[in-house]
């Protein structure tokens, strides 16, 4: 079974400086994909960003890059630049099909002016 | 990548009562997924709706008390039926987004039973 951990419930960062959520993960799959969701207190649920378990580059999306560990099963999120709409809970989630995913328990992030 | 119309955005409802949520998607996706997240709490995914077939339910959920229907490739409905306080949550719909192999959701329905 895949199981995602995140073993940071909350954290905060003074805005411009970067912060780090860390994510593990447990699968015993070789292909599959890992994702960060950013969830606002407006509920939207929102891709931040993703990386295909194959390549080993790590993505990056403007200020949001990740730190993919495919050997520890680590996959982490580095935002740079914090900014106060940034303030938000953020889910790492597993797929190994493109369809059902699986999600941990969360990171609650606070950006301080 | 997909948009979703979710609604209603949040109710308020008795204990007992029923609550249908419905989902719209401007483009026709085979798979939708109704999740649940409670209060502080993760997503968990209540069952996959496919179109022309019933629901597959995960463990926990039972057709009984989460019907859901599948007309057609661009809307879903879920039912939260009899409702108790413990039913209070927020409930989501998703699409995959083989485009970016990522998950679109809705943007929840918040319900409060009391």
């Known amino acids: 079974a895949q199981t995602v951990t995140q073993s940071q419930p909350e954290m905060s960062v003074q805005e411009a400086e970067t912060v780090t959520l860390s994510c593990t993960y447990d699968t015993s799959e070789n292909n599959y994909y890992l994702f960060w969701y950013k969830q606002p207190p407006s509920r939207q649920m929102i891709l931040v960003i993703r990386?295909?378990?194959?390549?080993?580059q790590n993505a990056t999306e403007n200020r949001f890059s990740v730190n993919f560990q495919k050997a520890a099963k680590s996959f982490s999120l580095k935002i740079s630049d914090s900014q106060l709409g940034d303030t938000a809970m953020y889910f790492c989630?597993?797929?190994?099909?493109?369809?059902?995913?699986?999600f941990g328990t969360g990171t609650s992030l606070t950006v301080i002016p | 990548s997909a948009v979703i119309s979710q609604k209603p955005s949040r109710d308020i409802c008795q204990r007992g009562t029923s609550l249908t949520i419905q989902c719209q998607v401007d483009s026709q996706v085979t798979m939708m997924f109704w999740y649940r997240q409670q209060p502080g709490q993760s997503l968990t995914l209540i069952a996959t709706?496919?179109?022309?077939?019933?629901?597959?339910?995960e463990s926990g959920f039972v057709i009984d008390k989460f019907p859901i229907s599948r007309p057609n490739l661009t809307f879903s409905t879920l039912t939260v039926s009899n409702m108790s306080p413990e039913d209070s949550s927020i409930y989501l719909c998703?699409?995959?987004?083989?485009?970016?192999?990522?998950?679109?959701f809705g943007s929840g329905t918040r319900l409060t039973v009391v």
């Open positions: 709706a496919n179109q022309g077939s019933e629901a597959t339910y």
């Open positions: 998703s699409v995959g987004d083989r485009g970016s192999f990522g998950y679109t």
């Open positions: 989630a597993f797929s190994n099909t493109g369809n059902q995913f699986y």
């Open positions: 990386q295909e378990a194959y390549k080993q």
